[in-house]
């Protein structure tokens, strides 16, 4: 077992540099540099420090087998219909409101236009499968047809409607913003 790569691992995805790290745990960024490496092997009671301090357990990190799924399929998604707007939505993963960010497939039917969006920091990436949406972002409108992308920081109000007379699908990948 490579205990620096997992160390390092976790680290980042915890979001945080080795200088944070070894703040926080009272070590030296270059010691946190070396366990990373695997030229320093820390004590147990710095291990577990270290591991308090990167929200994981000791059973969690020494465990071989982390289970990571990588393939997702059409029974794993969750379908919401908002018969009013005349929205479709698809939340491709599960677990994606855990995630950092949000796949979605989004299908509007004439006339169909997905709820308001408050400001935010989150980034969203929308692909137009079919059809043409309009975004309206702000005071402004952004028109993309089937091909094109949208691609925005969600730092004013926004909305995807369907400016198509027929239907219109996107795949949307929204992150999570942390205010």
């Not at 006339?111 to 308001?116: A, C, D, L, V």
Request: with cysteine; net charge negative.
């Amino acid at each position: 077992m490579e205990v620096g790569q997992k160390m390092k691992r976790l680290r980042v995805k915890n979001g945080l540099t080795q200088e944070e790290l070894a703040e926080r745990t009272d070590l030296s960024k270059g010691y946190i540099s070396q366990i990373e490496r695997d030229l320093s092997s820390p004590s147990l009671e710095t291990l577990f420090d270290l591991l308090e301090v990167l929200g994981c357990s000791p059973k969690e990190f020494f465990d071989e087998e982390i289970f990571q799924k990588v393939v997702y399929t059409e029974d794993d998604r969750t379908v919401y219909v908002d018969e009013e707007r005349k929205y479709r939505t698809e939340w491709l993963i599960p677990e994606s409101n855990e995630k950092e960010m949000e796949p979605i497939l989004l299908t509007f039917s004439k006339r169909g236009e997905f709820k308001r969006y408050e400001p935010s920091r989150a980034e969203t990436f929308v692909y137009v499968l079919s059809g043409r949406v309009a975004l309206k972002l702000g005071n402004h409108t952004y028109f993309a047809k089937a091909g094109e992308t949208l691609y925005y920081v969600a730092s004013d109000s926004h909305q995807l409607v369907n400016d198509y007379e027929g239907e219109s699908e996107c795949l949307v990948v929204a992150t999570h913003s942390y205010l």
